[in-house]
Structure formats: C-alpha cells, structure tokens
C-alpha cells in the first residue's frame, strides 16, 4: 500500500492534484485541507490510502495521517465507499466528526453532500463503539454544545461555523452564554 507520497504539485483539477514524485506523476483524490500545503510549484507531503477495486486503482490524499484513519474508518461502514468517505473528510476535522459520532449526531452528516439519513446512522452506530475517549471523543458538555448549536443553527448559521465557534469556547458555559459568546465573536 502507498501511505505517504512526498513531491512537487504540477497541478490542480476536479479530480484532485497531480504530485511529481521522482518524474512520476501521481493522481490523488484529496481533501481540500490538501490544498492549503501548498500550491503548484511546492513541495508537499500527503498521506495517502491505495482503493483497489477490480478495474481501478485510485490514490485518495490526507493532509494528515488522522484525516486518512478516518477515512479508512469510514471504509468499513456498511454503504459507505471511498467517494461519500472522502465527502466526510473534506467537510470537518477529525476531531469535530468524531465528536458527532461520539454524539449521535445525525444531523452532522446529513448536512455532507452524499450522505443520508440511512448512511449517517450506519456511520453513527457502525463507528461509535471503534472510537473511545482515547481517540479524543466524549467527555463533559457534549449535549450543552448541541443545543447551543441548534441555537446558532436556526438563527440561520451553518452547522459547520457553529459548531467551530463552540468548539473555541468554554463547554462548561450555559447554553445561553456560549449562544452569547460566539455571536459577539462573530460579530
């Protein structure tokens, strides 16, 4: 398996990057945090996993190696191939879908293109006993920060900024004042 290729962006397109390894030219299928390792021209490190399927071989890239567990993690959810894992991936951090997941937290996935009531409960229920407190998920204020999402969320805030301004404030905070707190940083 190729888990980590080091080269030169030559370019850049729908199906991902092409990175120069050695005058060889690999096609990755990557995350958009990627992108922000550098642009054409620089030198980038990629973690990678190798799907084989019975007509191709498709390298998907990570810009770090709990992105591309992840990733693999998802893999093994019943339903879920490597286009809809990647679709996961790009959306949030490791950290933020893992804590979803710790959270039964459906709505986190249904708000990802390509990914369904029935596909976020099978990655909800399939991954939530591979995943324990030492992977960084559980702990206190789990439920407060959904209901102050929701909060931010039907003020018309887009789950994925709401959960990323909670994640910046104290979890201890009443709901209230972390509702507070994150529209005055916003604002």
Known sequence: MIA???GRVVSRS???IVLDVNGVGYLVAATP???RLGGE???ITVETHLHIRADVLQLYGFASAAERELFELLLSVSGVGPKVALGIVSGSTPEELRRAIARDD???FEAIPGVGRKTAQRVVLELKDKLTVADGIGGAGGRDELTARDALVELGWA?????RALAELEPDLPIEEQVRQALRAAA
């Open 4 to 6: 980590r290729l080091r």
């Open 14 to 16: 729908h199906a991902g």
């Open 33 to 35: 945090s990627v992108a």
């Open 41 to 43: 021209g620089d030198e």
């Open 106 to 108: 459906l709505k986190r």
């Open 159 to 163: 789950l994925v900024d709401a959960e």
